[in-house]
């Protein structure tokens, strides 16, 4: 069993569009994470849900909106997406103590045409 | 926020070669974690050290935390291609409840020509 999932892997799309990306995790963990990696490979924080409440916002354009129904999904939805958004989107998790281990989904590669 | 910076880039070895990869920091960390991510995969943990000094041992792969808190490598002996991928540290960021998102260096690519 996948313990963090995500779908789609693939999301090709035009720019100005709006998209959705969903995650969800089967580990019973209290954290779910967004975080962007770009053509460089650079990984970076988006956002962090402590049991459906947001707890950290990395200076991410407020196009992106998460949104998190219940502690293991976590959804990320894009509106007017633009060529910069082209990049890997992974979901992770983590139990929430203070120093934690992250479970990281396979990811959605995104490509804005 | 508390900057990772990580060398080298890349890094193109022999099979049987040891690789070591190097996180830097201007700050004490409170701890480093580290992670692989193989081609076309997502990253995975590896470690996780938080005590100063700290040394601990996977296999072929040897990792520390320097005794100030403010860097830390992981070096593999006798590379494999399998140990082919992305090597990044990470720092975890607290607020005291819960816990943060990691903050990563660039990472090193580990080539391996056979």
């Known amino acids: 069993d996948t313990a963090v999932s995500q779908t789609p892997k693939y999301l090709v799309t035009q720019m100005g569009n709006d998209k959705s990306i969903k995650c969800e995790q089967n580990?019973?963990?209290?954290?779910m994470y967004w975080y962007k990696q770009d053509s460089k490979k650079f990984l970076k924080i988006m956002f962090s849900?402590?049991?459906?409440?947001?707890?950290i916002n990395e200076t991410v354009p407020n196009r992106f909106s998460p949104k998190s129904p219940d502690k293991a999904h976590l959804n990320l939805h894009i509106n007017s997406l633009e060529l910069g958004d082209s990049a890997v989107y992974f979901c992770?998790?983590?139990?929430?103590?203070?120093?934690?281990?992250?479970?990281f989904g396979p990811g959605t590669r995104l490509t804005v045409l | 926020g508390q900057q990772v910076m990580q060398i080298p880039q890349y890094q193109h070895v022999q099979e049987g070669e040891d690789f070591t990869t190097y996180c830097n920091s201007s700050?004490?960390?409170?701890?480093i974690q580290w992670y692989k991510q193989r081609p076309g995969g997502h990253p995975v943990f590896l470690i996780q050290?938080?005590?100063?000094?700290e040394v601990k041992k996977q296999k072929r792969l040897t990792f520390q935390f320097g005794e100030a808190k403010k860097n830390s490598s992981l070096h593999i002996t006798a590379t494999q291609t399998t140990d082919v991928g992305t090597y990044f540290c990470?720092?975890?960021?607290?607020?005291?409840?819960?816990?943060?998102?990691?903050?990563f260096g660039k990472g090193t690519h580990l080539i391996i020509q056979p």
């Open positions: 700050t004490t960390l409170s701890n």
């Open positions: 990470a720092h975890q960021r607290h607020s005291g409840g819960g816990a943060d998102g990691l903050t």
């Open positions: 992770a998790s983590s139990p929430g103590r203070a120093i934690d281990t992250q479970y």
């Open positions: 050290l938080v005590k100063s000094g």
């Open positions: 580990l019973g963990h209290d954290t």
């Open positions: 849900y402590n049991n459906k409440e947001l707890i």
